[in-house]
Each structure stands twice: as structure tokens, then as C-alpha cells.
């Protein structure tokens, strides 16, 4: 079974530092896609940033950007510069060519002034 | 911009009421789907749909129906409400892309349902 782990439940981060948050996934397939969502407190969610499995860089979307690292099944997110905008609880999904989502437990991000 | 509507944000049922929430999109999307959100367990998928009058059970569709009568609207039902029901129910939609797919999905607010 594909499964998606966020071992972070909770973490926190001084305003302009950066933060890094993980995921770790399991499949045996070899050509898939992973999502960062944010979903800010009591707002819809966003998708933040998408990696194609085929693809060797890293995606990147402003202050976004990813480890994605193949072989360990391993897909990070760092945020750059936090803001207080970043606050949100963050998930990590998984699909394999399938358009339905696994997704993880999530981590809550708290960017302090 | 895509917009998925909810049509509740918050909602108090009693066990055993027939509870609907109702998710519409207005983008042309092919797929919907509804997830349960719950702390430490992230979303869970409970049904989609790739097409009008289509729909695929997911992880957890136990206690839970949908009817997909038109493309732009997908309706959660809860035959008979139960307490281990109170959650946050999301709805998405997506694209049914080929090629080189995104797989992205977009979400509705959310709706808070309580059952007492």
C-alpha cells in the first residue's frame, strides 16, 4: 500500500529564518507525483508546490522549495524567509498516475514575530 | 480562478438525521471528491467521481453515499448521522487531464459537521 508520513506534527519558526518540514513516502511505482498543500487556519487550501518523480531538479515557486530526494522516497519542503502569511498547517500528498491523493497527517507551521 | 463552494461551513445534526453536504465547481472538472480531515490522521478519501453518475468508493466509505447528478455538483450523504461522523468534510475537484496530467485538486472552505 502507498503510504505518506509527516513525522512533525507541530513546529515553529522566528519570522525571515527558514524552516525545513518532511515527508516520507512509500510506493512501488516509479513514475508519480508529490504535493505540498497549505491550509491556512480557517481558509481553503492551496497547492503550494508539485515534483514529477521523472524529473531530477527540484521544483521551486518563490521562497517555496523542495529535497526531493528518489531513492530515500524522501520530499521535504523548506520555506525561505518565512512570513507570518506562512502560518498553516502544511500536507504532503502522493498519486501515482491515478488523480486521487494520499495524503499525510500534516504539520502545523507557526511563524513567530 | 477555480472556485469550489461548500454549502455550509459549520453544521449541528442529531444521531441518526440524514444529513447532505452539498460541493459545487465551476470550473468544468471532470473529478470530485470528498475527504474527511481529522487531527494526526490528515485527509481521508471517502468517494470520488470521475464523471456524471459515476463514483468510486475510497479508503473509508463506510456510512457515507454520494449522488453525482450533474457534472458541477457532488453531494455527500450521511444516511443515518452517527457521533464518530463529527469531523471536517473538504470537497475538491480536478481536472481529468491526459499527457502530461497536474493532478492538481482544488478545495472548498470545508465544512465543520457536529453530531450530537
Known amino acids: 500500500a502507498q503510504t505518506v508520513t509527516q513525522s512533525q506534527p507541530e513546529m515553529s519558526v522566528q519570522e525571515a529564518e527558514t524552516v525545513t518540514l518532511s515527508c516520507t513516502y512509500d510506493t512501488s511505482e516509479n513514475n508519480y507525483y508529490l504535493f505540498w498543500y497549505k491550509q491556512p487556519p480557517s481558509r481553503q487550501m492551496i497547492l503550494v508546490i508539485r515534483q514529477e518523480a521523472y524529473k531530477q531538479q527540484n521544483a521551486t515557486e518563490n521562497r517555496f522549495s523542495v529535497n526531493f530526494q528518489k531513492a530515500a522516497k524522501s520530499f521535504s519542503l523548506k520555506i525561505s524567509d518565512s512570513q507570518l502569511g506562512d502560518t498553516a498547517m502544511y500536507f504532503c500528498a502522493f498519486t501515482s498516475n491515478t488523480g486521487k491523493l494520499i495524503f499525510g497527517q500534516g504539520t502545523t507551521l507557526q511563524v513567530k514575530p | 480562478d477555480v472556485k469550489v463552494t461548500q454549502s455550509s461551513r459549520y453544521l449541528v445534526k442529531r444521531t441518526g438525521e440524514k444529513v447532505f453536504l452539498e460541493c459545487v465547481q465551476d470550473m468544468d472538472h471532470e473529478n470530485m471528491f470528498w475527504y474527511r480531515q481529522d487531527p494526526g490522521l490528515g485527509l481521508r478519501l471517502i468517494y470520488f467521481s470521475y464523471d456524471v453518475k459515476m463514483k468510486e468508493k475510497g479508503d473509508i466509505p463506510e456510512g457515507y453515499s454520494v449522488s453525482r447528478e450533474k457534472k458541477e455538483r457532488f453531494s455527500l450523504i450521511l444516511e443515518s448521522a452517527s457521533t464518530n461522523q463529527t469531523s471536517m468534510y473538504l470537497c475538491?475537484?480536478?481536472?481529468?487531464?491526459?499527457?502530461?496530467?497536474?493532478?492538481?485538486?482544488?478545495f472548498g472552505p470545508g465544512t465543520r459537521l457536529t453530531v450530537t
Open positions: 475538491a475537484s480536478s481536472l481529468a487531464e491526459t499527457g502530461s496530467p497536474s493532478y492538481e485538486q482544488y
